[in-house]
């Protein structure tokens, strides 16, 4: 019995450490990132690294002193925000049609968007928007978006409405209510664990997107991970202001997450089941 | 309350016919119960007259307003579902209003009509629980008080209790039974349930394949069912029936199995006449068939011998399997006879409450 208990000891003891170990692999760029932007210039590329160094916050000085940090959060914002109520408006009802009238081309046609290599679209897309007139606005950088969100979230969210019993839309339809009306009242309700997990994801996703808004905007609409590839200069390389940079540009992302992590995690399961 | 009329109604998916060419008319304030196996096409029906189905052909009327091509929500009918469909985020209370909620009537209103209601179901006490927090037989109660505080044209059942346990489902039956009986609403009940069909319809109709098998009083039908299908679908145990071949003994007609032989009563021997030498289907009830002869042997009783298979003792009665000359039926006896397995016993069938089914139509002779 205590042999056994000893051996179990040491399982969970080794069990624990290799998963330290994982979450450390994962964690440590993260720490990196926080550690170098605290460092003076000296010693922020220093190898090896000065853990006792004084941290400072000069860096993120100089962050907000560069002038534009705070009008590219505005348009990150506006961006991923705009993405998403749209992203949602057009992915929905989509998702509802497609999961109650089960057509397998339809659900071809979803996971072959899903499927195609999106930088084969930049260039082209440069050009119409140009023609357009889109280039280096928000509703350029808002379609871009799109593009990849809506057949991602067509694809998680039919599993969802699937799993929304028909007779509860025909106790409804029978109880007075519209199709419209049912599926805003009574549908997307039972959904709402899909829709927090694909907001959730499409915040990470349109948040962090880099290529797309490094070719389609400019001056006016330059979002934040663009601002911060603005610190890698051509001859100058400033760890510590790109580590500020990069922390200022990853906070809101690590909030909104840790404010839905609990429908996080949930619709990655189910989506992941489906 | 409402008269419903379905005129010549036909429904099919793909080549499949569900629903046949079916024609019927309810009565303002009947209870009919639409009973039949799986697939005959009963819900298939029912959704049709909800307007959740799309009709192929024909005609559905509501107090001789023609609803064939009308929206579900235009046609003034509550239907209390099998899984029962309540809202799931919506609790109790918010269940029930929701349809008063979208005809914009007063929250004082609202208020008042779902406490009645309520009360009159006894889930008074369940108004702020959500639907998972609630029991089989609790869901049902809301489902039926949904259906009631909108004061619907037609009630529609679709076998609303086959998800309780069978001490809750004899317990419901008699509360929408009573419902019923105080609302007096004309109401449409779909089951597969053969007993719950003879306990609550005012007039039943036994489908097979899309088809009205026949349309009567519970007791019309278990007294002479239509045909072998009626015959066999209704009663538990069911009619046993059995081949046998009509001959003519002296003048008198006699339905006989190997050297088993059954006198078969005057009043029944004309229609059987030109069955002669034929073989037909001889349906007796386990009820009509006894281990004595009665007071003096009464008339329209034919004996014959019987091995004794199974006994199955039910406290108020005994069912007996019964085997004889390769023919097996069901006999249902008093409880106090000692009768056992492998026993070897004279029975009595008590002929005057036989029927008669040709073989190949199946259809009711006599």
């Known amino acids: 019995m205590r042999q056994y208990q000893t051996i179990r000891t040491i399982s969970r003891l080794l069990f624990y450490a290799i998963l330290l ?39 993120f000085r100089q962050v907000f002193e560069q002038g534009q940090f705070f009008r590219c959060l505005l348009n990150s914002t506006v961006v991923v925000l705009l993405t998403l109520v749209a992203n949602l408006i057009i992915s929905l009802p989509a998702a509802y049609v497609i999961a109650r009238n089960r057509q397998n081309w339809m659900m071809f046609l979803v996971l072959f968007l899903q499927m195609a290599p999106w930088i084969c679209l930049l260039l082209p897309w440069y050009i119409i928007f140009k023609k357009l007139g889109l ?35 025909e106790a409804a339809w029978l109880d007075g209510c519209s199709h419209m009306g049912t599926f805003i009242r009574i549908v997307v309700p039972l959904v709402k664990g899909g829709i927090i997990t694909i907001s959730t994801l499409g915040f990470m996703f349109c948040w962090n997107i880099f290529l797309f808004p490094l070719v389609l905007s400019g001056y006016e609409t330059k979002t934040l991970p663009v601002f911060v590839y603005g610190f890698l200069a051509d001859n100058q390389l400033d760890f510590g202001p790109l580590a500020a940079a990069a922390l200022l540009a990853m906070a809101p992302v690590i909030v909104f997450v840790l404010l839905n992590q609990k429908y996080f995690r949930q619709g990655i399961a189910f989506g992941g089941g489906k | 309350m409402a008269r419903v009329k379905i005129d010549k109604v036909t429904k099919k998916f793909g080549k499949v016919e569900a629903v046949k060419d079916f024609s019927l008319e309810i009565q303002d304030g009947e209870f009919i119960v639409l009973v039949g196996p799986s697939g005959c096409g009963k819900t298939t029906l029912l959704r049709m007259v909800a307007g959740l189905e799309t009709v192929t052909s024909g005609r559905i009327f509501i107090e001789d307003a023609e609803v064939t091509h009308v929206r579900p929500k235009k046609r003034d009918i509550a239907m209390v579902f099998q899984n029962y469909a309540l809202y799931p985020h919506m609790n109790v209370y918010s269940n029930l209003a929701f349809a008063l909620k979208l005809r914009r009537i007063p929250k004082a209103q609202i208020k008042e009509i779902v406490k009645k209601t309520a009360d009159l179901l006894g889930i008074g006490d369940f108004l702020n629980r959500l639907p998972n927090q609630l029991s089989g037989g609790q869901k049902q109660r809301v489902a039926l008080g949904r259906a009631i505080v909108r004061q619907p044209k037609v009630f529609l059942f679709d076998e609303p209790l086959s998800n309780l346990d069978a001490k809750l489902r004899v317990s419901m039956r008699a509360e929408i039974l009573d419902i019923h009986q105080r609302l007096n609403n004309t109401s449409i009940y779909v089951t597969h349930d053969q007993l719950e069909a003879m306990t609550m319809g005012t007039r039943i109709i036994i489908m097979k394949d899309g088809v009205i098998q026949q349309n009567g009083s519970p007791k019309e039908i278990y007294n002479n069912p239509a045909n072998k299908f009626v015959a066999g679908f209704i009663g538990s145990p069911a009619m046993n029936l059995m081949p046998f071949v009509i001959k ?30 034929q073989e037909v289907c001889l349906g007796l009830r386990p009820e009509h068939i006894s281990n004595s002869a009665g007071n003096g042997g009464e008339q329209g009783k034919s004996s014959f011998m019987a091995f004794v298979r199974l006994v199955e003792p039910l406290g108020s009665e005994q069912l007996i399997h019964l085997e004889a000359r390769n023919q097996r039926f069901i006999a249902r006896i008093d409880p106090r006879s000692t009768i056992s397995y492998g026993d070897s016993l004279d029975f009595y069938a008590d002929m005057n409450f036989a029927a008669f089914f040709d073989s190949a139509t199946e259809a009711r002779i006599v």
Do not use: C, H
């Open chain 1, 21 to 59: 170990f994982i979450v450390g692999v994962f964690f440590f760029p993260f720490l990196w990132v926080i550690y170098t932007s605290l460092q003076s210039p000296i010693t922020a590329g220093a190898v090896p690294p000065d853990l006792l160094a004084t941290p400072t916050l000069d860096n």
């Open chain 1, 135 to 169: 280039y280096d606005t928000y509703f350029g950088l808002v379609l871009s978006n799109l593009t990849f969100m809506i057949p991602f979230t067509v694809w998680l969210m039919l599993g969802f409405f699937e799993d929304v019993p028909v007779e509860v839309e």
């Open chain 2, 248 to 277: 003519e003994d002296g003048g008198k007609l006699i339905a006989t199995s190997g050297d088993m032989a059954l006198a078969v009563p005057a009043e029944k021997e004309t229609p059987l006449r030109s069955y002669v030498n």
